[in-house]
């Protein structure tokens, strides 16, 4: 399905762990990365691979999510009551956003 790379031995400690999901047209990857503080954060990339007509060639077009630690729990929580609408058409109960 992906494909897991740790390596804690590696003289570069800016990328941790990286995995690879293949989606149809889309590879997302999920890296953690460390910043020089030693704090760890989750970049997600979107990868399509698209074919340009112009040059007759194919290029990658890619996104960028950058999510830090203290992020974690609203982020999964928001990703999980979309994902729970789409697969139930049921709405979550709305909790109060103090803060965006």
Known sequence: MGEFNYNPERSDREEVFSKAVKAGKRTYFF????TKNGEMYINI???RRIFDENTGRFSYDK????LYKEDF???AKGLQDVIHFVETGERPIEETVSEI
């Open 63 to 66: 996104h960028k999510v950058f």
């Open 45 to 47: 990339t979107e990868s």
């Open 73 to 75: 729990e609203k982020f």
């Open 31 to 34: 890296d953690v990365k460390e």
